[in-house]
């Protein structure tokens, strides 16, 4: 096994994708440390480490504390930095929280590395939403940079840090840049890490979800094979300095989601078709599907769970769990 013996942290790690790679990591002979700020608003939850609890050392601190960031880096092989703020409304609501999060507290983490952990190799968790509105379709990494909200202005901020640590200081970086990723163990309380959360816990609770606009085009991607992407991009030297686009194993309208996610509970549930209101339309980025072609021709990821059999894993996860995440 690859990490076998190897120390690896995760921020953000009892949240929904920081927890499936838990369990990969630690299935592999990893010593893993979990960093966690437990804010409500955001994605952990004690139940995603079910199972692995008395395998993991779990540290609650938040990434924006540098000398407790500064203390869990030392001794490090890997970090997986997937911690952030991911709610668009949010970022434009509170965008110095945001900016806290996503870009100073980035900053702070390389800095501590810089200082004691200079070899240590690093994935950091980007997204697709620093190309703002698409010139074309699918959008390659070579797509204009042109954010739609602070959000995506500071993680791209965070993400160039990552860049430039390695280009100027040597610190092993590769950056994911991330598209609707979806998945047992995703926050269903809101809208707020992902609007396929609230549609999972409005279906499974009997009520009709919200389907914003409905004609827009989006490409998604199932937690495992996020995962191994992340993985596989921590043992690839070829990878370092790279960024690469992650993306699903095809894409579809938000009313074709809807009506798949509805077949996958057997046919029952139904939705509403909303017009946006003038605050999200503004941020909306409209169609959005990726090429991935670069990771898959330079590192042979491919995405390999179809819509249909993530959607039906995450509704029967959450089906026996959901008292756990509402």
């Known amino acids: 096994m690859k990490f076998e013996g190897k120390k690896a942290i995760i921020t953000g790690g009892a949240g929904f994708i920081g927890s499936h790679l838990a369990r990969r990591l630690v299935h592999e002979g990893a010593e893993v440390t979990l960093v966690d700020s437990f804010i409500p608003e955001y994605g952990a939850n004690t139940e995603n480490l079910r199972g692995i609890e008395d395998k993991v050392r779990l540290n609650i601190t938040d990434v924006r504390d540098p000398h407790a960031m500064k203390y869990l880096i030392a001794g490090q092989d890997y970090l997986f930095n997937l911690a952030g703020q991911t709610s668009h409304m949010d970022s434009m609501a509170n965008p110095f929280t945001d900016l806290d999060i996503n870009a100073k507290a980035q900053?702070?983490?390389?800095?501590?590395?810089?200082?004691?952990?200079?070899?240590?190799?690093?994935?950091?968790?980007?997204?697709?939403?620093?190309?703002?509105?698409?010139?074309?379709?699918?959008?390659d990494e070579l797509h204009p940079i042109r954010p739609v909200d602070v959000n995506g202005i500071n993680k791209l901020a965070g993400e160039w840090y990552h860049l430039l640590y390695g280009q100027v200081y040597g610190i092993r970086s590769t950056v994911l840049r991330l598209t609707n990723t979806y998945g047992p163990c995703m926050r269903i309380k809101d809208a707020r890490q992902t609007f396929v959360g609230i549609w999972v816990r409005n279906l499974l609770e009997g009520r009709p979800f919200d389907v914003w606009g409905g004609e827009q085009q989006r490409d998604f991607t199932y937690v495992d094979d996020c995962v191994e992407a992340m993985c596989l991009v921590a043992l690839r030297d070829e990878s370092i300095g790279q960024v690469y686009n992650l993306g699903g194993v095809r894409h579809v309208s938000l009313k074709e989601l809807a009506d798949l996610l509805i077949a996958a509970n057997g046919g029952a549930g139904e939705y509403r078709v909303q017009q946006f209101p003038e605050e999200r339309k503004k941020i909306d980025i409209g169609d959005y599907y990726c090429d991935d072609t670069k990771i898959k021709t330079e590192l042979g990821w491919h995405s390999k769970t179809s819509l249909e059999e993530g959607l039906g894993r995450t509704l029967d996860y959450f089906r026996e769990k959901i008292g756990c995440y509402v």
Do not use: H, K, M, W
């Not at 200082?115 to 190799?121: A, F, L, V, W």
């Not at 950091?124 to 703002?132: D, E, H, L, S, V």
């Open 107 to 139: 900053l702070s983490i390389l800095e501590s590395c810089r200082e004691i952990n200079t070899g240590i190799r690093i994935v950091f968790a980007g997204t697709r939403q620093i190309y703002g509105r698409p010139d074309y379709l699918p959008v």
